[in-house]
């Protein structure tokens, strides 16, 4: 049996990661939301009549773009503008064998069975995906470099 893989983002406009991090951060870092700079071309109100009002306005954006589960904020600016990240969830149950870019069958009976087994993340860098490395916990994250 192999592993289950769920893409969950690649490429995200400019736009989408403009929302996606200050609704972010209006709800968990409680940054004031008539602080969230303009941005042209971006036509929202993230200041409504009261604080209240907006930190559960922005609460309902953070559930709307599925991002009420990450664990640290979502960059202004990522590979994922560029195309060259990737959001996955990935699991197995006991063992998964899988061959990497110079033919090698790699068995990994090791945990944790996410994609964030060390022999996972090995197995990835031969093809040239890389698993997130910067600061922070980006559980999902992968891209060219590893940022």
Avoid: C, F
Wanted: net charge positive.
């Amino acid at each position: 049996m192999g592993a289950a893989l769920s893409i969950a983002a690649t490429y995200r406009p400019i736009k989408r990661s403009y929302l996606m991090h200050w609704s972010w951060r209006i709800v968990n870092d409680g940054v004031d939301p008539a602080k969230v700079p303009a941005v042209s071309g971006i036509d929202i109100e993230w200041e409504h009549p009261t604080v209240s009002a907006s930190v559960s306005a922005a609460k309902e954006m953070v559930r709307a773009l599925s991002i009420s589960r990450l664990r640290t904020k979502p960059a202004l600016r990522s590979l994922h503008n560029l195309g060259l990240a990737v959001d996955m969830s990935i699991s197995w149950r006991g063992a998964v064998s899988l061959t990497d870019a110079m033919g090698k069958v790699v068995q990994i009976k090791s945990g944790p069975r996410t994609g964030m087994n060390r022999q996972l993340i090995e197995v990835g860098a031969t093809y040239g995906v890389r698993k997130y490395r910067g600061s922070g916990r980006d559980v999902p994250h992968w891209s060219n470099s590893g940022l």
